[in-house]
Each structure stands twice: as C-alpha cells, then as structure tokens.
C-alpha cells in the first residue's frame, strides 16, 4: 500500500493489495508508478463489495490516480486518444449518467458504460487541437480558426481539463469536433465499474470483452437487475475473485441516513419498528425529516421514489395539475425520465450518436423547451457530460385507470421519455440527489405484500435503495398530500450547474 498516501481501514488495505497484486499481473505496477505491456491473455475479474459508507468510493478514487499516476491514460466521455502499444488505457464507468456524475463531483473522471462502447469519430482538423492541448501533437494550424481562439481554447483546457469545453471556449461545436461513432473494436486494458449491482449479463459480457483486466465495485444490499433472479453479477464470481468491506468509516458513523439504512440488515426488524427510528431520528438531526407531504419544489430536480407505478402516475399527474401544466404540451422546467429509443436499424448511427451522448434509457433530463423542428425538444441531461441537446421526441403522460399514455406531441421516431417527477425506486438506482423523498406509503404496502427477493424481505431492499440514494436530507413522506409550490418551474439553476460545453443538436433523421 506504498503507492497512497490516505490511511486505509483494515479491509481497504487488504483489497487494495489484492487489486495491485492483479494490476501488477496486467503490467500496472501502482506501487513502482510504471507500465509495461500485459503479455497475459487471460480475462482478469474482481469485485470489490460492501454497504453504504464502507469506502467503495474512496477506493476506487485512489486506485484511479495512482494508476493515472503510473502512466494509463485515462479514455472517458471527454476524449479519446489514439490507441498505441506502448500506452496503458484506463476507464471509470457507471451505468448512468447519473452515477457517472457522483464521481466527478468528487474528481474521478467518470463516464457512462454505454459511451465506452462506442469510439468517437473525429474531424482530423480539429482533432490535432485536441491532442495539441493532450500534449500529444505540436500546436496545430487550423483554417479559419485564430490564435486567439486556440488561445482560448488552452487557457480553458489548462484550468478545466476539458476537450469539449476547451473546443468550446474557441468556439467549436459538438458536430464540428465529433462527426460520429461507432461499436469500439480495439479493446482498451483496465476497468473500474461503480454501481455494478445495476450491470445485467449483457453488459457483463461486454464489458469482458473489452476490458482483460476488470474491476467491480457494488453494493450487494441493492436490488438486482429486473430479469435476474435476485443475483447481481458478482455473486456468480468465484469467492477468492470477491473482496468484501465491512467496517463502516468514522466520516459516515455519524449519518443518520446510513445508520437507518445499516439497520434493515436486523433480520428481526419489522417496518413499524423501522418507522419509530426514523421518527427518532428525525427528532434529532435535521438530515431526516418525516414528512406530512410530499414536496413538489423538489420534484422537479429529484423524484419521488416509490415501489408502485400506479403510486408514480397518480404523483405525476399532482405534480402537473399543481404547476396547471396544460395537457397537451409540456412546461420548461418538467422533468422527464428517457425511456428508450425508438429508431429504425438504418438510423442506427444516429442511435449510437444519441446513445453515446448520454440519452440512453433510464437518462434523467430537463425539459427546456421546443427545438426548431416539429417533435424536437430542446433537454438538459442530468449529470451528462455535455448535457444539452436537441432531439426528436416521444413523450408520453400516464393517466390514472388509463391504458394507454397520452402524447401531447411527438416525432415520428426519435427518444421517448416519461414523466420524471416520481420514478420507481428501481429505476433511482446509481442515482443519488442533495435531498430525496420516499413515498412510504409504498414501501407499507410491499412489507404487507410479504415478498422476498434474494432470501430478504422486498421492503427491506427498497428501503435500502431508497433511503441510500439520499446525499445530505431524507425525507419520509407518511401522508399521500403534495405542498403548494414555492415558485414556478425554473431553468436558471440549471443554466448556473451546468459546466462549459459543447452544445450538441441533434439533426432529425429523415424518413421512416
């Protein structure tokens, strides 16, 4: 454990000599700082487990530097250098944007596992300013572009770190830089994927074969991916291949939120009992609240997360009537969860161009306004990288006892999404937010239920998730009331977090 200057727990400095020990294996020596190549052909998998504020995070954070820190160059959503043999590759990944978005907030340069499957193509001009400003080229000379812009563009890059925000600082946009994508076909060397409890066995296998040497870290107290019997992808790995984290750190001992998460692991606790300590706690500290309402202030930036989705329309549908939202057209400012991509195969470079700019399914998005085609929209993704687009859309509103949503408008094809002012907490999985409301209610009803997923009662598991997706404030909602709002819907908080980007249009495919 030379190679990090933090002091480890127990188990933190057993897991990361095991993960140096592998990384040493594949030609990464994070205690010497030096690179060789991987003369070894055989696939190399660890997952590294444990609760919430067992310190995944601060590990996999650490092991990212020191391994950019020994010479892998670090392929992320921002650029992507060309692949030689004598560089190392490094990729951080999460499932979404979203869980994407947690880990740069705290430094590492994350992207989505959706965008590492496809490279970017690049216009060769252009690209010679990117690797000038990756110190991979001389200073280029480009054809109606200034010194002064390219000057621009190296004072952004040398404060930010940024590609696509130092291109857009000398104004470049999105569909100058980046011409398209496509499926990557060279395989990159090592990968840490957060939040790997969210990953099925497709993208498992993908990411194999990419990735010879792969590390996973996840929370096994999650809900497992729709479709899997309860098991994550982890528990199927041999058990020398999966180190666990059991001590909970002295900055998290004192959080009310995961003291009631840690709790449900009490195979005795009943959910009434369950609700007294968060009374309990909500008398004592201000970081959990239990809650007579649900507060539709915060439903526009953060859902409401509930198990049912008869729960989730009827929510939705309060949540517009309380903003007179008109029933055919959408205000700026209303959230929307994107809910797939509904393109015939030969529009699919313009999916993987979607795809790959973080629109995929289950992306968290703010809607801005209409775009200047008919069907287009104009969205905010949450938590992207370069976060606003223009896309032709599909959205649809769930009506209470109606079959069939209804569209206000829509594109022949395109994106389509759902409301977003109250998801299931499934889909809340690898998202986190400042402050989250969890409609108990629900979670009553799945303890009443009596079901059992993976040897544990369900509620337990949606408690978890829940109640762990919650950064700062926990609010118990107990009553099925919505707060008047405080104010219209906004867009200016959005204007003021989002980073200097390239502002990417989507073009409309022609045809059907």
């Known amino acids: ?81 060309k692949k030689s043999k004598e560089r190392r590759t490094l990729s951080i990944l999460a499932p979404t944007n979203k869980a994407a978005s947690v880990l740069r907030l705290r430094g590492v340069p994350a992207t989505t596992i959706h965008r590492i499957l496809y490279t970017p193509v690049y216009d060769p001009e252009y690209e010679k300013i990117a690797e000038w400003l990756a110190e991979d080229g001389e200073r280029p000379v480009i054809e109606g572009l200034s010194d002064v812009a390219l000057d621009r563009a190296l004072a952004f890059y040398q404060t930010n770190k940024s590609i696509p925000g130092a291109l857009a600082a000398a104004g470049l946009r999105g569909s100058d830089f980046i011409t398209g994508w496509k499926r990557r076909e060279d395989p990159l060397d090592v990968g840490f994927v957060d939040e790997a409890s969210m990953l099925d066995e497709k993208q498992f296998e993908d990411l194999k074969e990419i990735f010879p040497t792969l590390i996973l870290f996840g929370d096994p107290a999650q809900l497992a991916p729709v479709g ?28 009310p939120i995961l003291d009631l998460a840690h709790a449900l692991a009490d195979p005795a606790l009943t959910f009434e009992t369950f609700e007294r300590m968060i009374e309990e706690a909500a008398r004592k500290d201000d970081r959990v609240r239990w ?166 009662p369900l509620w337990k598991r949606l408690a978890y998730v829940a109640i762990t997706r919650a950064e700062e404030r926990l609010h118990w909602v107990v009553r099925n009331r919505l707060a008047r709002p405080s104010h219209e819907l906004r867009l200016d908080d959005l204007k003021a977090a989002a980073p200097a980007a390239l502002q990417l249009e989507m073009q409309e495919p022609e045809g059907e």
């Open 228 to 255: 899997q019997s309860g098991q994550m992808v982890f528990d199927r790995l041999p058990e020398p291949a999966v180190l666990t984290l059991n001590r909970i750190h002295r900055q998290d001992a004192d959080n």
């Open 1 to 81: 454990m030379a190679g990090t200057s933090l002091t480890f727990s127990h188990d933190q400095a057993e897991a990361w000599d095991r993960i140096a020990e592998m990384l040493r294996e594949a030609g990464v020596d994070v205690e010497d700082g030096t690179t060789r190549p991987d003369s070894g052909t055989r696939s190399r998998v660890l997952a590294v487990t444990g609760k919430a504020g067992s310190g995944k995070t601060l590990l996999l954070a650490e092991l990212s530097r020191t391994c950019a820190e020994a010479g892998l160059a670090v392929v992320s959503g921002d650029y992507e250098p």
């Open 291 to 456: 809650a007579q309402r649900v507060e539709v202030d915060l439903m526009a930036r953060s859902p409401v997360l509930v198990w049912r989705n008869v729960t989730r329309i009827k929510l939705i549908n309060a949540f517009r009537a309380v903003y007179n939202a008109p029933d055919d057209a959408l205000l700026p400012g209303e959230p929307l969860i994107c809910d797939g991509i509904e393109l015939p195969l030969k529009h699919r470079k313009k999916r993987l161009d979607l795809e790959a700019r973080g629109l995929i399914k289950g992306a968290q998005a703010i809607y801005l306004g209409p775009g200047r085609r008919a069907g287009f929209s104009r969205l905010h993704l949450m938590g992207a990288e370069d976060p606003q687009i223009s896309a032709a859309s599909i959205v649809k509103i769930e009506k209470p006892d109606e079959e069939e949503p209804f569209i206000p408008y829509a594109a022949h094809m395109g994106a389509t999404f759902l409301h977003g002012a109250a998801v299931t907490i499934h889909k809340a999985q690898g998202s986190q937010w400042s402050d989250v409301q969890v409609f108990a209610p629900d979670l009553y009803a799945a303890a009443r239920a009596g079901r059992n997923e993976a040897g544990q």
